[in-house]
């Protein structure tokens, strides 16, 4: 098989020819049929009503061009059956006439499957596929990156709405910023997060709500939304974050902390003490930002003082004093721990930039599991270098197939090495007692056959003391809801994903590959 030169492949538009744009089309209602041939380097593929046939047609002496022409009867395989409707007459209608034929990047795979689901997919350009397998090599990280991506002429416009959802959030949300083509430097720099689940679970509408604005298709049909990973970029906006922008623009304006901001992070609490006004009731230094050195000296100091307090204190003031530090002793140990992530995983960094991976729904009425599990993972694989959180959104009975289906992505991200790095959803959990959520939870768990006792450890920001960070919750997030009553299941989840794990998920395969290219690729 011949390769193919690369100009063809940057430019990813189909050429379309009004000439062989002709009325001859399917009739809505009609029985359709996804078909395939065998042929001896690829297979031929098409859509027919086994009287018209559509598909990436060889023209004697034009070359190909995506028509409609009579049935013929032949040797194939059918690979679904579906009707058709409205939107398929609509998809027909943008690829016939299609002339900038390419193998690699526009096949007849891309133009049946179009049809079909709307997504522009080959599974014979997938990572093991045979045709990726005859190209990739030749292909630069540019031109893979627009495998199975669609041509220009179909690419989405954005569906952003400047609108905020809810007006009352001002703070730990994203700010949108764009639908990336390209991550700079594999998306190293950012916070990366990548929401799974079942087709319906919530996927889109709890992006949504993690940008306080409509940046993702959301609806409750059985077919997913989103028919193709999508990724969405943004920047953090932390409270933290806020109160600097309203001291600089002479707004007096006291914002609390946020419990997910990484200041108030276990793994990342920084200590400092600022002169007398800093002392607790004991005389004691209270913490704030310093280097660790400094944070160690000041936790030495801190119990010296009360143990010279302690001797002439009274037995009600001892008992108090006791228990101040017993504090101070349990955060000591968490410094420790800190400080051995730290040599061992470098200092983490505030998050700043954040990527969010918008992928299909599982268990989609038009893929098969695999299917849906090779083009996630392929494109994610291909595209991202470290995972930061792996959101499960799960909604409803949780049957044995989507238990399965999410058990492919658990395993290729290797869940028991980055366990904390995960985060369970059971969604959709109105009218709920508590009690039915914790069993939906645990019976979630079991199924998945994940721990359901992993959780970080934060400091609340209102009194300073340890705080559990639930990775397994579940959520009510109804549609056009007050915001009082999603606001504490959002601010929970927010926190939980949030959150900065200890360490990032290394997509360690084809690392190899990516170093032969430049630092820029491709949620």
């Known amino acids: 098989m011949a390769g193919e030169p690369e100009e063809v492949w940057l430019d990813h538009t189909l050429q379309v020819q009004t000439e062989y744009k002709k009325q001859l089309t399917f009739e809505r209602g009609a029985q359709l049929y996804l078909c395939y041939t065998e042929g001896p380097d690829t297979q031929h593929w098409f859509v027919t009503d086994k009287q018209l046939t559509i598909d990436f047609h060889l023209l004697t002496g034009t070359g190909h061009v995506v028509v409609a022409h009579a049935y013929q009867e032949s040797d194939f395989i059918i690979s679904e059956q579906f009707q058709c409707d409205a939107e398929v007459l609509r998809r027909v209608n943008e690829v016939q006439g299609a002339t900038n034929y390419s193998l690699a990047l526009r096949n007849s795979e891309h133009v049946a499957r179009y049809i079909y689901s709307g997504a522009w997919i080959s599974f014979q ?175 030495g100091n801190s119990l010296e003082i009360l143990e010279l307090q302690l001797d002439k204190a009274s037995t009600e003031s001892a008992h108090e004093i006791r228990e101040r530090m017993a504090v101070i002793h349990e955060k000591a140990i968490l410094m420790h721990k800190k400080e051995v992530e730290t040599i061992k995983d470098g200092e983490k960094k505030p998050i700043e930039s954040v990527c969010v991976v918008d992928t299909i729904g599982l268990c989609d009425t038009l893929f098969q599991d695999q299917e849906v599990y090779q083009i996630i993972k392929s494109s994610v694989d291909s595209n991202i270098t470290l995972i930061d959180r792996v959101v499960i959104v799960c909604s409803g009975r949780i049957e044995k197939p989507k238990a399965d289906a999410i058990k492919l992505f658990l395993n290729w991200m290797n869940y028991p090495k980055y366990k ?58 109804p549609p056009n809801a007050e915001f009082s009553v999603i606001e504490r299941d959002l601010e929970l989840l927010k926190t939980a994903i949030f959150t900065q794990p200890r360490t990032r998920i290394k997509q360690e395969m084809h690392l190899k590959d990516r170093n032969k290219f430049s630092s820029c690729s491709l949620l």
């Open 420 to 477: 904390d790095n995960f985060v369970f959803v059971y969604s959709k959990s109105d009218d709920m007692s508590e009690a039915d959520k914790e069993l939906s939870l645990v019976i979630l768990s079991e199924l998945l056959d994940v721990d359901i006792n992993v959780e970080h450890f934060i400091l609340d920001p209102h009194t300073g003391a340890q705080k559990s960070v639930k990775l397994f919750q579940a959520a009510s997030f």
């Open 125 to 299: 350009m997938r990572r093991g596929g045979s045709l990726r397998a005859k190209f990739e090599k030749q292909m630069t990280k540019p031109v893979q990156n627009m495998i199975n991506t669609k041509p220009k002429e179909l690419e989405e416009k954005e569906i952003v709405s400047e609108e905020p959802l809810y007006p009352n959030i001002k703070s730990d949300y994203i700010q949108f910023r764009s639908y990336p083509a390209l991550l700079w430097n594999g998306g190293r720099d950012s916070y990366n997060i990548v929401i799974l689940g079942p087709t319906g679970s919530g996927k889109s509408s709890l992006i949504n709500l993690l940008f306080n604005q409509t940046v993702a298709k959301a609806a409750p049909t059985a077919a997913s939304v989103t028919r193709t990973v999508n990724y969405i970029e943004g920047t953090y906006v932390s409270s933290k974050e806020l109160k600097k922008k309203s001291i600089k623009h002479g707004l007096e304006v006291d914002h609390k902390d946020s419990p997910h901001s990484p200041k108030m992070q276990i793994n990342q609490t920084k200590m400092y003490s600022d002169g007398d006004k800093d002392l607790d009731e004991f005389g004691v230094k209270k913490f704030r930002e310093k280097t660790t050195s400094q944070k160690v000296k000041d936790i």
